[in-house]
Every structure is written in C-alpha cells, then in structure tokens.
C-alpha cells in the first residue's frame, strides 16, 4: 500500500517556466491539500479539494493551478514560475467521516523545487 | 485571526530527560488539535490529537499532549527523551466548525536531543 505519493521529489526550474507536481493516494480520502513549507513560515495552505471536481483557495494560492479530475490525483501546477516559488511542496489527503471532524491528514514525502 | 504560536524555535534536553515542546492557539470555538513530526528529507507524519474527552492524549513513540483549554494550549511532552526523537515538531489546529478543511501550522520547533 503506497499511500501518498508525490512526484518528482526534486525539480530544478527556470523562470518562467510551467511546472507540474503531481500528487497520488491510494485510500480514496475525500479531501486533498497542496502545502508549501518555507523556513520561518512553518506550512501554508495553497489549494484544497473536498472531491473530485471542487477545488477552493488556500492562504498563498497566487501564481498556482490545481485540478482533480480523479478522486485519487490532485496536481499542483506553476504556470509561469517565479524565484518565490522555490519552496519544498507537501501533499496532504484526509477521510472526511461527516461528523468526525477531527480527521487526520497524511503527508506525502514532499517535492523540493528550486526556481533559478 | 485564527493562529498556531510555538514559542521556541528550539528545544535542547539530554537523553533521558523530560521534555515539553510549547504550543498555544488562537482559533474560535472549541479546535480540534494535533502535533506532526517532520525529520529530514521527510514528510510529515502524524502523532497525536486532540478532539475532545480526555485533556491528555497519548500517540506514537511514547508522545503525549496535554489540553488546557483555558490556557488555550496544547504542550508535546515525552518523560524520557531519544535522540532518535530529534527531529522538528509542528503544532497545528483546525476549527471543528469546518469540516475537512485545511490545518494552520505553527512555524516548528526544532528538538535536539544530546547524548
């Protein structure tokens, strides 16, 4: 059981260019995350999705696109990057049991990305 | 504004020794609350949580949390400390009024464990 995979786990970019990071689960969790984790920021919320087709705004979503055509992928794409964006980015999924609120989120590995 | 505060950026105790790594919260109504443990190179990985019940939650490696509602804070505590257990701690919480919705994370406390 792999359960949540991100890929590529370092990428080197220029400016400018597009940029996908891909994010995969395995246990059909309703809920995905894209986080970013920059030193002194701790981890911030970049975009959410609470099903296949309904994705929603996190704190630092600007310059960033996501989709999710398939409850198990959610791919996180730069479409022109910028030196801010470098940052190591973490994928997250969690089972929303309706009432249980308190549902835990599993991280991926996390993708480091370097903008030169 | 909804927030995750740990006081410390860092944290040193000798191996054998207790140790309690700080976190106080900022959140409306009663949050649901967790730490996550990050060691180099990794993911996130979860170790505890609260979410209601009990003021003193038990998780993984031999963590324990302690809730204190009126001191609005949540402190990672473990009686005898590894240095395997050196790694950074992230508090975090999220408003039991949004289901599914995203964790605010403090900005980590870094544990250094001396043998």
């Known amino acids: 059981d792999a359960g949540i995979t991100q890929s590529p786990r370092y990428k080197i970019t220029e400016t400018g260019r597009q940029v996908t990071l891909m994010c995969h689960q395995t246990?059909?969790?309703?809920?995905m995350f894209w986080y970013r984790q920059d030193l002194g920021h701790g981890l911030r919320l970049i975009y959410y999705s609470a099903a296949a087709d309904i994705t929603d705004k996190g704190e630092v979503p600007d310059g960033y696109v996501v989709s999710r055509s398939k409850t198990e992928n959610f791919p996180l794409t730069l479409e022109s990057a910028t030196r801010s964006q470098t940052s190591v980015y973490f994928c997250?999924?969690?089972?929303?049991?309706?009432?249980?609120?308190?549902?835990?989120?599993?991280f991926g590995p996390g993708t480091r990305l370097t903008v030169l | 504004a909804q927030s995750v505060a740990q006081p410390e950026d860092q944290v040193n105790v000798a191996e054998g020794n207790p140790l309690t790594v700080k976190c106080t919260y900022s959140v409306s109504g009663n949050p649901y609350l967790f730490w996550y443990v990050q060691y180099p190179n990794r993911g996130l990985q979860f170790l505890l949580k609260?979410?209601?019940?009990?003021?003193l939650v038990k998780g993984s490696y031999g963590f324990e949390a302690e809730f204190n509602k009126s001191q609005t804070s949540f402190h990672l505590k473990k009686p005898s400390a590894l240095v395997s257990d050196s790694a950074l701690y992230f508090c975090a919480v999220r408003p039991n009024n949004q289901a599914g919705t995203a964790l605010i994370f403090g900005k980590g406390t870094t544990l250094s464990v001396s043998s």
């Open positions: 609260y979410i209601t019940g009990d003021n």
């Open positions: 997250a999924s969690s089972e929303s049991r309706g009432g249980a609120r308190g549902d835990t989120q599993y």
């Open positions: 246990w059909s969790h309703s809920y």
